[in-house]
């Protein structure tokens, strides 16, 4: 995510690393470097023009203090002036308590990710402890209908949808459908075009004023980078939605819709999508967003997203062990089962910092479970505890007790002693992350 920004700007930092003072010379060089990469990375003109003009002011106004260099003072200002930029505080979802049940209305282009949104926000709040329906309002993909039932059966949450082309109707009964169920939270997915059209601005109006939604959240491919932005303004200025879901992240690299979104349209970021997994959504958080575009990495999300998901008892042992340099092979694949339970490995990497650049992206990528229980399984409780016993012809045996080759097993045994490096530097950083967390 965002690794072409992260690398540039990194670049105008590293250039300020070697001087003493901040004046206007090296400023003036600095604020250059920061707008070609906020430009480069499609952030809106004018966007980029007042925050670059904020930092400059910002940075020649402070005092540079003995203990910080000015570079370090650089990225802490930038750090803000992108938080703020991004809407400052996380905002959260508004549900009512008292209108039960509360509905959330889904809205954006067709292919933006809005059926996936529904089905991954249904199965948080139900993981909250409330009690979703979804109503597939979606009338003119006959697809859509099915995807959103089949997301449903995934994520374990009831989808209310009729054969008709009706979406009012199908949105009405919705309604009266939950009601009855007694369900706390209706989310409505509703049809998109490829493009902006007046029928499907017209369709969603009608549903907003007939179903009165609590939140009605934008949804919107961060791929586009400024297209993404003018089609949240031509919704918003006909909508007046509440908050934006930014999807695709993932696939993004140069993060301009991320940045621009919110000066532009004046509306929170509350979700981030990072995958096409029902686990791979996120909570915007502006700060820890800047902190990842700098390359400071995202500790805090890290750490809550490893007590949400993993076995915390489990953990605690593993990082005993790997302190006592006792982690094995059968950990090794005990773990790769608890990351696997957390999402994308990728995307987790990305939150710790210097990770990603350790870890090389294709190996994560190409990470198959099968083939390595089937090797672990065929090794001996001896070389499962030591495997630097395992030589050229234990090796031989391996491959062929697991029916696969000795190259895989070579690579196995290459990727656990990563893994084990890798393991180590995560143990160290989320019982770091958990000190910055309990003293907050
Ligand atoms: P809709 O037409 O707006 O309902 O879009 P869909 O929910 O059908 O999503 C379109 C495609 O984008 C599907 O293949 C999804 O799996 C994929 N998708 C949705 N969200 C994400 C995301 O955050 N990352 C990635 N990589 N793919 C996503």
Redesign the pocket.
């Known amino acids: 995510m965002f690794e072409s920004l992260s690398d540039t700007l990194e670049g105008a930092f590293r250039k300020l690393a070697g001087q003493a003072t901040i004046n206007e010379i090296n400023i003036g060089i600095a604020m250059r470097d920061i707008k070609r990469a906020l430009l480069g990375a499609d952030v809106n003109y004018k966007v980029v023009k007042k925050l670059v003009e904020d930092i400059r002011l910002k940075s020649l106004g402070e005092d540079v203090v003995k203990s910080v260099s000015p570079a370090q003072m650089i990225v802490k200002i930038v750090s803000d002036e992108l938080t703020e930029l991004m809407g400052g505080e996380q905002k959260p979802l508004n549900l009512s308590t008292k209108n039960l049940p509360a509905v959330v209305m889904v809205a ?10 529904c089905a991954k926000l249904a199965k948080r709040l139900k993981k909250g402890g409330k009690n979703p329906m979804m109503v597939a309002a ?1 009338v003119y ?1 006959p697809a ?1 209908v099915e ?1 959103l039932k089949t997301l449903g059966l995934e994520v374990g949450v009831p989808v209310f949808s009729l054969d008709e082309q009706d979406a009012m109707k199908v949105a009405r009964e919705g309604l009266e459908a939950a009601r009855r169920g007694a369900h706390d939270v209706l989310i409505l ?1 509703t049809a ?1 075009r490829l493009q902006i059209d007046d029928r499907m601005m017209a369709e969603a109006e009608a549903l907003k004023n007939l179903m009165k939604p609590e939140e009605l959240l934008f ?1 919107v491919d961060s791929m586009m980078g400024q297209e993404a932005v003018n089609t949240a303004k031509a919704f918003n200025d006909r909508l007046d939605f509440d908050g934006v879901v930014l ?5 993004d690299s140069r993060g301009g819709a991320a940045l621009s979104i919110r000066q532009v349209v004046e509306k929170p970021i509350k979700f981030m ?4 997994k029902m686990d ?1 959504l996120d909570q915007f958080y502006p700060d820890r967003m800047a902190q990842r575009i700098l390359g400071m990495g995202d500790i805090v999300s890290f750490v809550e997203k490893a007590q949400e998901n993993l076995d915390l008892e489990k953990t605690i042992q593993m990082q005993k062990k790997l302190m006592k340099n006792e982690f094995d092979l059968n950990d090794f694949l005990d773990q790769l089962q608890q990351l696997k339970k957390m999402g994308s490995i990728q995307g987790l990497i990305e939150m710790v910092p210097g990770l990603n650049k350790m870890v090389p992206k294709q190996d994560l990528e190409n990470l198959d479970f099968k083939p390595i229980e089937a090797i672990i399984n065929s090794m001996t409780k001896a070389e499962k505890a030591s495997p630097e016993i395992i030589n050229g012809s234990r090796r031989q045996r391996i491959a062929l007790g697991s029916g696969t080759r000795v190259q895989e097993v070579n690579m196995l045994l290459k990727q656990f002693a990563e893994m084990k490096k890798m393991m180590r530097s995560v143990s160290k950083m989320t019982q770091s992350g958990r000190k910055i967390t309990s003293q907050n």
């Open positions: 954006g282009l067709q292919g933006s990710g809005k059926t996936t949104f979606d993909r859509a995807q997915d998109g949804v999807t695709k992240l993932d696939g999508s990072v995958g096409e791979d």
